[in-house]
């Protein structure tokens, strides 16, 4: 089982049409894509505080993975990654070939503090500046910490992302 992100993104379109509707305190709609970017970046620093890369020591290969929570946390950015790429229509820049995984085995990140930091500052900019280019850097950054630094397979971020999407808990962290 592989990811399939062209699957996750129409599920995240159907699950993003039921939870709006179930908001008990609806948003206005120009803050809608505010309160998404601030739920992706509460769910990055939950997972952030987890794999204990808070204080900025904790090398790549030190984090403890495998626990269900850290899989469970990054299924639920992930997810909240496709629904911003929807609501900006930016689904294109969600695209990766096999070619592009590989290469981020190449760079490994050194220290995990560092590549939190730089996928909330990308993220910082494309609400701010609308430039899909950091858009499509922080959600690369942020593959490649799951898949090389935190280790996750495929195949748990499949069953995780999917009972994500199937609940439609995508605007607020569960964690």
Do not use: C
């Amino acid at each position: 089982m592989a990811l399939d992100i062209a699957l996750y993104l129409r599920q995240a379109r159907d699950a993003y049409r039921v939870v709006a509707y179930d908001w008990e305190n609806p948003i206005s709609p120009k803050d809608v894509l505010l309160n998404d970017y601030l739920n992706l970046d509460i769910t990055l620093g939950t997972l952030m505080r987890r794999v204990d890369a808070v204080n900025g020591d904790v090398p790549h290969d030190a984090v403890v993975t495998g626990e269900a929570t850290i899989v469970d946390l990054y299924a639920t950015a992930l997810s909240q990654f496709l629904l911003i790429s929807l609501k900006q229509q930016w689904t294109h820049l969600m695209v990766l070939e096999d070619a592009d995984i590989e290469k981020f085995a190449r760079f490994p990140q050194m220290r995990l503090a560092h590549q939190f930091m730089g996928i909330k500052t990308m993220l910082l900019n494309s609400y701010h500046q609308k430039r899909q280019s950091d858009f499509a850097h922080a959600w690369r950054s942020f593959m490649k910490l799951g898949l090389f630094e935190l280790h996750l397979t495929e195949e748990e971020l499949a069953i995780a992302i999917s009972h994500v999407l199937d609940a439609s808990d995508l605007d607020s962290p569960a964690f």
